[in-house]
């Protein structure tokens, strides 16, 4: 009976030893080549060379050694096809039964700082996939391993029954597609980006499984969530959770939102949102302070929120958190104190996540159905825009801080958006309406008497004066907002009748 045979050829070497280990307890023949073949030897593997299989050396400095037909043959013959075999035998092949490989770390290098366009590329592995994919194409007779969380399972089947499953098989060889396509997106879109290729003809993601949800956004949806395997450190995908019950997927999608708010400020700043909209937003000398400015801005829709916060959450911050219900705070750190009092609410989740790397990603994605729209990110701010003052009164120093404010919370609300506010805190919330009169009419209500002296941001052009008007009646002061309708002058006027400052910026945050 012909000895199997299993060929290890690994850039990761965790689990690798001990793999190849009970694979020669087995009876198996090791062939390997190259670091692999140095670190099993060393350790008193006994390893065949694949170059003293094919009889032909390791050339272009490594670039070529395992593409060769006595490799590849053992790898795609049929073990019951007698053409195959009698091929096999007249060019002197033995097949190859398992083939456990991981490629060159390409994400790894191009994700470092300043990589050098000639380290990533020679970090572009051929042999590699090309083995990958001619034992997953076979699988039906090799087992082809290319994570080392699977060496146990393949043992232990092997050790039951001489021989794995074919549905482990085949499970194998579908992770082993899905990683050479990962592979393949990275070096693709590392391409793209080198030669400046905005929207190339193919376009690649590649995500990997962060964890399965125990519903979607509601409990018939099954869900989970998945994360960019080089995305931004400040993220949800990358947070840290220190305490509380797994996220669902509304969690998820609020926190990321509270996140795209939070990180618009450098002063002490905290943002409350449900259902992806800010219900609150403070700034003030302390963390303490912010915090309760957000919590005061609306006090009824903050319950059951999620509170993101750009400092470190102090006790006194942490007794204001305990004093209400909340799904989620999201904080740089916690200090031991606030983490002794936060801890005893048992569901809270509280999730640290790195601020001194936030990171702008290249492209926002939605899916819609058969497709898929891809954006740049909006990442223009108040400092960005050209200001314009368009009324006869100007705004005062003091007016200018709130719009500066205003604007920088509106362009994350649901358009139709109308933020009412002061220099430190929002007051009124008009999010997602089917006209601007009606956002505004919802946020001046909200902020009530407190609109007297505020001021007012949209995140589109008002088509009629019957916002400002309303804005006037209410007792703002200043507004601010894009301009470009053809009734901007309608706007303007009604503006100058009541004495209200308005400014334009030229650029307009619909957010649908």
């Known amino acids: 009976m012909q000895k199997k045979r299993a060929l290890l050829s690994v850039s990761d070497k965790s689990g690798i ?97 300043n990589v050098k366009v000639e380290d990533a590329i020679e970090n572009i592995d051929i042999g590699g996939p090309t083995m990958l994919r001619s034992a997953a194409k076979n699988h039906a007779y090799v087992t082809v391993i290319v994570d080392a969380t699977d060496y146990d399972n393949v043992l232990s089947e092997l050790k039951q029954q001489q021989s794995t499953s074919p549905e482990t098989r085949r499970r194998l060889a579908a992770k082993v597609f899905g990683h050479t396509a990962a592979y393949d997106t990275y070096i693709s879109n590392y391409l793209n980006d080198l030669i ?45 959770q220190l305490h509380g019950k797994e996220l669902s997927y509304n969690n998820i999608q609020d926190a990321n939102a509270a996140l795209q708010i939070i990180k618009e400020f450098l002063m002490p700043a905290a943002v409350a949102v449900k259902h992806m909209n800010p219900c609150g937003v403070g700034t003030g000398d302390t963390i303490s302070e912010a915090f309760a400015k957000a919590y005061e801005a609306d006090a009824t829709s903050i319950f059951g929120g999620i509170v993101a916060v750009n400092r470190l959450v102090d006790e006194e911050t942490a007794k ?3 004093s209400i219900f909340l799904e989620i705070v999201i904080a740089p750190a916690f200090s031991d104190e606030a983490m002794e009092l936060l801890t005893q609410k048992k ?28 954006q740049q990110p909006d990442t223009f701010g108040y400092d960005d825009a050209d200001i314009r003052v368009a009324t006869e009164r100007q705004p005062t120093e003091q007016e200018l801080a709130a719009l500066k404010l205003g604007w920088s919370v509106v362009k994350h609300v649901k358009s139709n958006a109308i933020v009412v506010c002061d220099t430190d805190m929002t007051l009124g919330i008009g999010a997602g309406q089917m006209n601007r009169v009606g956002a505004a009419k919802i946020a001046l209500e909200q902020a009530a008497e407190r609109a007297q002296g505020a001021v007012m941001a949209s995140d589109a052009f008002f088509p009629m004066s019957d916002t400002v008007e309303a804005a006037a009646k209410a007792g703002i002061k200043a507004i601010i907002q894009p301009g470009g309708s053809k009734k901007d002058q309608d706007s303007i006027d009604m503006a100058n009748q009541y004495g209200i400052a308005m400014v334009f910026t030229g650029v307009r945050h619909f957010k649908h």
């Open 17 to 113: 030893l001990e793999f190849a280990q009970e694979l020669e307890t087995m009876g198996y023949e090791l062939l390997s080549t190259g670091g692999t073949k140095r670190f099993l030897e060393e350790n008193g593997v006994s390893i065949t060379a694949v170059d003293e299989v094919t009889n032909f050396p390791e050339i272009l400095g490594g670039r070529v050694k395992t593409l060769h037909p006595l490799v590849h043959g053992g790898l795609l013959a049929k073990h019951d096809d007698e053409e195959h075999q009698q091929e096999m035998a007249e060019n002197g092949i033995s097949p190859i039964d398992i083939v456990c490989v991981n490629l060159y770390p390409f994400r790894q290098t191009i994700s470092k700082p």
């Open 196 to 240: 400046g290729e905005e929207y190339p003809e193919q376009l690649s993601f590649t995500y990997e499984l962060n964890q399965t949800l125990r519903y979607g956004e509601n409990p018939h949806q099954k869900a989970a969530f998945y994360r960019n395997p080089i995305g931004s450190d400040f993220s949800i995908a990358y947070a840290h």
């Open 320 to 322: 204001q958190l305990s």
């Open 347 to 374: 569901n809270i989740r509280l999730l640290t996540i790195p601020f001194d790397r936030v990171r702008k990603d290249k492209w926002n994605t939605v899916t819609v159905e058969g497709g898929l729209l891809v």
